[in-house]
């Protein structure tokens, strides 16, 4: 015995259905959304209701006042999927045996065995669920359901998968193992077939309510409401008050009459053809009143169609007579429902054609797009040619950036009608870059070697000392390691950045500590480099652990601490003694493609004026 | 005959487009002689480079599975308020440049950083070490596993889950027989993907970690350290890393292959 009384609110509407039921079948039919599959999710716990209780047997596994919420898997309530839901990554057998791991292997063999015969499914055994056909594969859940041997059975939409031709086998196949089960049963579809043949009750359901529940015959037969008549093929209509006082009358369609000409009876209407199809030995007309909720359906024997000659659009009268007719009353606020759904739904559907994908111009939108921005670069470059500028470009040490900008300044002052254009990056990508076919006119080298080696593959004239550089220690403001003196470096657990021996700043810090280990003594190299936690591609990168503190101290350019870097480190000088010269190394390239201009460019580097910038930014002029 | 026009209009676009997404690539290999690219591997920075990569990677990984997984099966398979944008934070990584994720470290674990002054009180000291590595790179390869791990669970119909627990069987348990075998091939792939992303982590690392073999030189830093010097070691490192990347991309799709074919339906 199942009792239950269920209640929730949903998105549109609130659900509220209460049943009784004994070891039968009870079949739930309602259009999709009408909130019949949300009822079985809250029976098998799922779903939480807000309210209601559920009884089985005398046992209670929810009620909302006492608190009590058995979770899913304490319910022993059987539940079949409308698409099955087998696990696809088990075979057939061990999907069955899947909910008995409680069982001794032994017990839980016997089980499987028992439901795969008691389903005709033993041959499946070793089959993926991937291979089975729809009917094979409900057999299968079903057996999955069954196997625990549940109180209560939920079957949602169990036919709705399988094509028509197999779904009547199917569906005669299933009641019989419903009768043979003897248990409570609640099946949800949306086919009045499958009540017709499966429903000991049949409950029809709409926007969260049941309308009507009742025996089959009893819905066929007197519909409570438009909605429910849909359902189950029965025509009601709404007439005029008649002697027994009732407003609507329901009746078959195979009792109804229809002529070409007006006859004398009580129930006649009036309506057009809307609709002929051909079903065995009747032809079912759908006659359209104006005045009525549904068309009325009448089946007529097909020799009487034939002789009668109607045709779809033909204004026909349909009558019955008045032993055919039951009369009902139905409560007026089940008809205003259903008016209002009905329009409701009609915008809907006029909604959804009017959405009609669009399918030109996919692929000539990105086209677009594309020619918009080549387009846009294109205006650029022109707007940079207006000028008839000539454009020089170098390649330039990154070091050196502050005061080649510069002087890039400076020499556009004097020459107008030059641009200068620069990279700035490590001696060794820029060399890469020459050596892969740059097309620039001049070559600042923070490396001997590196100019040495570009020269030797003849790429450039003669190459000469631009202007001159040291090393110096930075701290963070702070300094937290008091540190003052290049000895210091050598004292303990310190956090050390500089560069890594592939770039000259890293090697000219590792020949300054060098340098010093006459003063210092002979293991001061080797202390130093114990402390090195960080071997930097750059001076900026050193620069920039220091002034996030991150480094207690780092060896870099003084040309380096630009302004920005000046607030946040301080510079700690290295003695002369120690220190090392870094040279900058300038050139004209060979293949320079403004051999003259970039002449001038590097007179210009070299002169006093050229020569005072690199001043400004704490290089060592050459010429001095 | 526009049927055949048809079709070598879009040949042109594939050719194109699957020419320039491999040359590049394919060139590090061609480019030298390979005995010279083997000669060059023996270098001990190399050999460093790898082990450290590989120890990380390692790490990382593994953090990534036993954290990120719970977070992927979460933000599959429940609602919460603000959730669409958690799932936009948590795409961050992916779009943010990596020296931005590597300031980002800093300004939480360095030092001063939010969290790195209560760190110093136990002597925990999280720049410049293995475990800042280790840190960058799970920044940078998490939400590649969380999308993809994601995804994986999202494949997971809810109704198995539901059909399970009505046989009785707790969400733990219905976690590990069915959702987690479902989802495995999709993990197994995240793990991959964020695996050959966390190798190649280049920027977070070097902002954060710091470059010093040995303790944080990875084999991407190793890359760009040698491309200061020796082109030549940098092509060769280059190699390697394409070659570790390149094994566990085909491990993806043999996974793919292998282990997803029950998903194929008849018809």
């Known amino acids: 015995m199942l009792r239950f009384k269920l209640k929730k609110k949903l998105r549109h509407f609130t659900t509220e259905v209460s049943e009784e039921l004994k070891n039968e079948t009870l079949v739930l039919i309602g259009h999709s959304g009408c909130g019949k599959s949300t009822m079985l999710k809250m029976l098998s716990g799922l779903l939480a209701p807000d309210d209601g209780y559920i009884n089985i047997n005398g046992k209670t596994l929810y009620n909302a006042k006492e608190s009590i919420n058995l979770p899913p898997e304490e319910r022993e309530i059987g539940y079949v999927f409308q698409n099955y839901a087998l696990f696809p990554h088990l075979t057939v057998r061990r999907n069955v045996e899947y909910g008995l791991s409680t069982l001794s292997r032994q017990q839980r063999n016997k089980r499987v065995d028992d439901t795969l015969a008691f389903l005709e499914i033993e041959q499946l055994a070793d089959s993926k669920p991937h291979m089975l056909s729809g009917g094979e594969q409900q057999r299968v859940a079903l057996a999955r359901a069954l196997v625990t041997k549940p109180d209560v059975l939920l079957l949602d939409e169990p036919l709705s998968a399988l094509d028509v031709s197999t779904r009547s086998r199917v569906r005669l196949e299933l009641k019989q193992l419903l009768k043979q089960l003897d248990i409570p049963t609640i099946i949800v579809t949306h086919d009045f077939e499958d009540a017709r043949i499966l429903g000991d009750k049949v409950a029809v359901m709409d926007r969260g309510e049941i309308i009507q529940a009742g025996s089959q015959a009893?819905?066929?037969?007197?519909?409570?409401?438009?909605?429910?008549?849909?359902?189950?093929?029965?025509?009601?209509?709404?007439?005029?008050?008649?002697?027994?006082?009732?407003?609507?009358?329901?009746?078959?369609?195979?009792?109804?009459?229809?002529?070409?000409?007006?006859?004398?009876?009580?129930?006649?209407?009036?309506?057009?053809?809307?609709?002929?199809?051909?079903?065995?030995?009747?032809?079912?007309?759908?006659?359209?009143?104006?005045?009525?909720?549904?068309?009325?359906?009448?089946?007529?024997?097909?020799?009487?169609?034939?002789?009668?000659?109607?045709?779809?659009?033909?204004?026909?009268?349909?009558?019955?007579?008045?032993?055919?007719?039951?009369?009902?009353?139905?409560?007026?606020?089940?008809?205003?429902?259903?008016?209002?759904?009905?329009?409701?739904?009609?915008?809907?559907?006029?909604?959804?054609?009017?959405?009609?994908?669009?399918?030109?111009?996919?692929?000539?939108?990105?086209?677009?797009?594309?020619?918009?921005?080549?387009?846009?670069?294109?205006y650029n470059s022109n707007s940079n040619e207006t000028g008839q500028k000539v454009e020089l470009f170098a390649l330039v040490a990154a070091n050196a950036t502050e005061p080649f900008k510069d002087l890039m300044k400076e020499f556009e002052t004097n020459h107008p009608n030059v641009d200068v254009k620069a990279t700035f990056a490590g001696t060794q990508i820029v060399r890469t870059q020459l050596e892969q076919g740059a097309n620039a006119d001049i070559f600042l080298s923070a490396d001997l070697g590196h100019i040495e080696a570009v020269k030797k593959q003849d790429l450039i004239n003669e190459f000469q000392p631009v202007s001159l550089n040291s090393v110096t220690m930075v701290v963070p403001k702070n300094n937290p390691r008091k540190i003052s003196s290049l000895e210091d470096l050598g004292s303990k657990d310190l956090k050390l950045v500089?560069?890594?021996?592939?770039?000259?700043?890293?090697?000219?810090?590792?020949?300054?500590?060098?340098?010093?280990?006459?003063?210092?003594?002979?293991?001061?190299?080797?202390?130093?480099?114990?402390?090195?936690?960080?071997?930097?591609?750059?001076?900026?990168?050193?620069?920039?652990?220091?002034?996030?503190?991150?480094?207690?101290?780092?060896?870099?350019?003084?040309?380096?601490?630009?302004?920005?870097?000046?607030?946040?480190?301080?510079?700690?000088?290295?003695?002369?003694?120690?220190?090392?010269?870094?040279?900058?190394?300038?050139?004209?390239?060979?293949?320079?493609?403004?051999?003259?201009?970039?002449?001038?460019?590097?007179?210009?580097?070299?002169?006093?004026?050229?020569?005072?910038?690199?001043?400004?930014?704490?290089?060592?002029?050459?010429?001095? | 005959m526009s049927k055949k026009i048809r079709k070598l209009a879009l040949l042109g676009p594939v050719l194109l487009a699957i020419i320039y997404l491999t040359l590049p690539l394919i060139s590090v290999f061609t480019s030298r002689n390979p005995a010279l690219l083997i000669s060059k591997l023996t270098d001990s920075l190399a050999f460093k480079a790898l082990l450290l990569s590989l120890q990380t990677t390692l790490i990382s990984i593994t953090l990534i599975v036993i954290f990120i997984t719970p977070l992927a099966y979460q933000m599959s398979k429940s609602t919460f308020y603000g959730k669409r944008i958690i799932e936009v934070f948590l795409k961050m990584p992916i779009v943010a440049p990596t020296a931005v994720v590597g300031v980002g470290l800093l300004l939480v674990f360095g030092q001063h950083g939010m969290l790195g002054g209560f760190f110093a009180i136990?002597?925990?000291?999280?720049?410049?070490?293995?475990?800042?590595?280790?840190?960058a790179q799970v920044f940078m390869a998490s939400p590649f596993y969380l999308n993809s791990a994601r995804q994986s669970f999202d494949c997971v119909e809810d109704q198995l889950i539901d059909v399970s627990r009505t046989l009785g069987i707790s969400p733990w348990n219905t976690f590990w027989r069915v959702t987690f075998p479902l989802a495995l091939p999709g993990l197994l792939t995240g793990v991959a993907l964020s695996w050959a992303l966390a190798l190649g982590e280049f920027g977070a690392t070097m902002m954060f970690a710091g470059n010093m073999p040995g303790t944080t030189q990875t084999l991407p830093l190793a890359i760009f350290t040698a491309m200061e010097s020796d082109a030549g070691l940098a092509v060769a490192i280059s190699a390697l890393l394409l070659t570790v990347s390149f094994i566990l991309l085909l491990l993806v799709s043999l996974i793919d292959k292998y282990m997803v074919s029950y998903r194929i339906t008849p018809n």
């Open chain 1, 218 to 378: 009893d819905i066929t037969n007197f519909p409570a409401s438009p909605f429910v008549a849909q359902f189950t093929g029965t025509n009601l209509m709404n007439v005029t008050a008649n002697e027994s006082g009732s407003e609507h009358v329901a009746f078959d369609p195979w009792k109804v009459k229809v002529y070409q000409t007006q006859s004398e009876a009580q129930y006649e209407w009036k309506g057009t053809i809307g609709d002929i199809s051909y079903s065995g030995a009747f032809v079912r007309l759908q006659i359209i009143e104006a005045n009525q909720e549904i068309p009325i359906h009448a089946d007529i024997p097909i020799e009487l169609f034939q002789k009668k000659e109607m045709e779809i659009g033909e204004v026909v009268y349909a009558w019955i007579k008045n032993e055919d007719a039951r009369p009902l009353n139905l409560s007026p606020n089940i008809i205003k429902k259903f008016r209002k759904k009905e329009s409701y739904e009609r915008k809907g559907r006029k909604l959804q054609e009017t959405k009609k994908p669009k399918k030109a111009g996919i692929y000539i939108i990105p086209l677009l797009i594309l020619l918009i921005a080549i387009g846009s670069f294109a």
């Open chain 1, 498 to 624: 500089i560069g890594t021996d592939t770039v000259p700043i890293g090697r000219y810090s590792r020949q300054v500590i060098k340098n010093a280990s006459d003063e210092y003594g002979q293991k001061f190299p080797d202390k130093v480099m114990d402390n090195v936690v960080s071997l930097e591609t750059n001076v900026k990168q050193v620069l920039q652990k220091v002034s996030l503190g991150e480094a207690e101290v780092g060896m870099v350019y003084p040309t380096d601490v630009t302004p920005d870097f000046a607030k946040k480190v301080k510079k700690i000088k290295i003695p002369d003694k120690f220190n090392i010269v870094a040279t900058n190394y300038i050139s004209v390239t060979k293949k320079a493609p403004n051999k003259k201009l970039a002449k001038e460019f590097v007179e210009m580097m070299l002169s006093d004026k050229g020569q005072k910038i690199f001043k400004k930014y704490g290089y060592k002029s050459v010429n001095e």
């Open chain 2, 122 to 135: 136990f002597g925990i000291e999280i720049p410049f070490t293995a475990a800042a590595v280790v840190m």
